[in-house]
């Protein structure tokens, strides 16, 4: 049974660093062909895909928000980190985390809020 | 990045009508691969996005038969055959053939 959870902070300052965790089971990162993805969206919008990581270690970024995002995963593979720097209340959304390819899972997402 | 456009943005029914809801694509979803990364999703209120359909018309495990899927190259359809209550809520397309992957604006399905 494949499963996806998101954490982090809840709410955060203006200007600081967001870190979030997405811990899976289910399926390994290390298989070929595996990819995990960070997706977020704002109350009441649409959807925005953020980055991704893959089974290889290669990373893909939303060019809009390259420069200040980070994707990494951990050496068990169960385990996919998203940092994402300076945020500023517009980075106030639900954070998901998905499988990617073809996008068949997903978690219940984390809320989080910037504000001073 | 590859605009998706759904219409429309609110669709109103009755129970056991049947809908459309039409994504079209600022270009092609056709992957040099041959496959369309073109899937359809389902948030519910308070919920995560559900996936109903991927590679266009392909039913996700336990999504019921009265959903299809259609479409190639930049126009996609969903269809739902007979809307039952547990249908409402937002449905959006997205593709990932090209990077990043983009996501429709959505069409709220509710009840008429």
């Known amino acids: 049974q494949v499963t996806l959870k998101e954490s982090g902070p809840g709410m955060l300052q203006p200007s600081k660093t967001l870190s979030l965790t997405c811990s899976f089971s289910?399926?390994?990162?290390?298989?070929?062909?595996?990819?995990v993805s960070w997706i977020r969206q704002p109350s009441g919008k649409s959807l925005e895909w953020l980055a991704a990581i893959d089974w290889d270690g290669d990373k893909y970024y939303n060019p809009s928000l390259k420069s200040r995002l980070t994707v990494s995963k951990d050496t068990s593979n169960t385990q996919v980190f998203l940092k994402i720097t300076s945020v500023d209340i517009a980075d106030t959304a639900t954070y998901y985390c998905?499988?990617?390819?073809?996008?068949?899972?997903w978690g219940q997402g984390v809320m989080v809020t910037v504000s001073s | 990045d590859v605009v998706l456009t759904q219409t429309p943005p609110t669709l109103l029914a009755t129970i056991g009508q049947s809908v459309s809801i039409s994504c079209r694509s600022s270009q092609s979803l056709l992957h040099s691969n041959g496959n369309t990364y073109l899937n359809w999703l389902l948030q519910r209120t308070g919920q995560s996005p559900q996936p109903l359909i991927y590679l266009v018309s392909k039913l996700e495990s336990g999504v019921p038969n009265r959903f299809s899927g259609s479409g190639s190259g930049t126009d996609f359809t969903l269809k739902i055959s007979g809307v039952e209550a547990e249908d409402l809520g937002v449905y959006y397309c997205?593709?990932?053939?090209?990077?990043?992957?983009?996501f429709g604006g959505g069409t709220k399905l509710e009840l008429k």
């Open positions: 998905a499988r990617q390819d073809p996008f068949d899972y």
């Open positions: 289910g399926f390994s990162l290390s298989t070929s062909g595996m990819v």
């Open positions: 997205m593709q990932f053939t090209h990077y990043p992957p983009t």
